[in-house]
């Protein structure tokens, strides 16, 4: 059983706990379920889990996403880029590339900065991924931290491509040199999500800032 699904249960039977002796337990079961499923929707999204059988084709989930890397240090100020993924066959199984647009730190709306071109990066036969980038050098503009200074940085990502890829997550080890030095591993540990645009330009805000689901915080 997930422990999303034992952590519904022992809501749930807290909440029943509360009401003992009320008429129509059941119901009123169902009731919670249906609010919390409201309140916590099950995200159609890709995360460091073990795998998956729906690995999409070549070209299949490729477009626009809003791409978030949040540091341990401060999480809920991400850096954040827009992104395009590109999905293709390689002589090894699917093969993935990104091209990253920094966007300022100010509105995370407003290119900065060059395009990063990453990949391609190779994809598991289950969906898997671990993947380890070049160096980047991301513009002070785009730092949320320590505003103004650039960022240089050696991370891996390690994640899942799977089904729709609608919300692909997972968390993020290396280091950064610039500013300071830091190991993103350190707990509790950083992360990356990348959420699909379906209108151009018009990004999720708050984004998202890990695989459960965790908002940044707002402008």
Known sequence: MSSRRLGVLALAAAAVGFCAGCPDTEG??????DRYNVLNPTTTSTGSGGGCNDVPAAGEVDGQFFFALSAFLNPQKPVVFDSTLTTTAGANGLEYSLDLQPLAASDRTTPVGSIIHVGPLPVAADGTFDSALPELTVPGAANPITVGSDIVATITLHGELCGTADFICGPVTGNTTKPLPLNLASNPGSNFTMERVTTPGTYPEP??????GALANPL
């Not at 009123?28 to 379920?33: G, L, Q, R, V």
């Open 28 to 33: 009123s079961y169902d009731a919670f379920i």
């Open 207 to 212: 984004p998202q800032i890990n695989c459960a």
